[in-house]
């Protein structure tokens, strides 16, 4: 494929309604994503790498999920409170807040979530998505 120039505001703008986390589906609110570039298909919806812009409205909030691609979120606007669960007990092990120009690394098959803090203003990120595979060693 030749190089490709997207334009974000060309890029149809996707509400999230569901995430899936352990067989059940948790709501999600005021959240929608823009999949800037996509490659491949891991066999369950999702591409093997992708480059998603995701906006929040105020107060807008992903709810505990968790997923094989390692995630990156690069925080473009406003402030985001994130959370790490524990896989066992889905009890909050670790709570940070990402502003503009701050960066999220989001390891294969944590547990987590997030929230824009601002209850007035929409928040946006950059998100990347890669599944690794790791080399099996005789």
């Excluded at 986390?21 to 891991?42: A, C, H, N, P, T």
């Excluded at 480059?51 to 473009?76: D, K, S």
């Excluded at 402030?79 to 007990?89: A, G, K, S």
Aim: with cysteine; aromatic share 12%.
């Amino acid at each position: 494929n030749p190089m490709d120039l997207v334009k974000w505001q060309n890029v149809e703008d996707i509400k999230i309604a569901k995430f899936p986390y352990k067989g059940e589906q948790y709501d999600v609110k005021g959240i929608s994503v823009r999949w800037l570039s996509k490659f491949g298909d891991d066999g369950t919806g999702y591409p093997e790498y992708g480059l998603r812009l995701f906006t929040a409205q105020p107060g807008g909030e992903i709810p505990i999920h968790n997923h094989f691609y390692i995630q990156t979120m690069h925080i473009l606007s406003g402030r985001f409170e994130c959370y790490q669960f524990d896989p066992q007990t889905d009890q909050k092990t670790k709570t940070c807040v990402a502003a503009a120009g701050e960066t999220v690394v989001v390891p294969s098959l944590e547990p987590h979530g997030m929230r824009n803090l601002s209850e007035t203003e929409p928040a946006t990120f950059l998100c990347c998505i890669c599944n690794v595979y790791e080399k099996e060693t005789m």
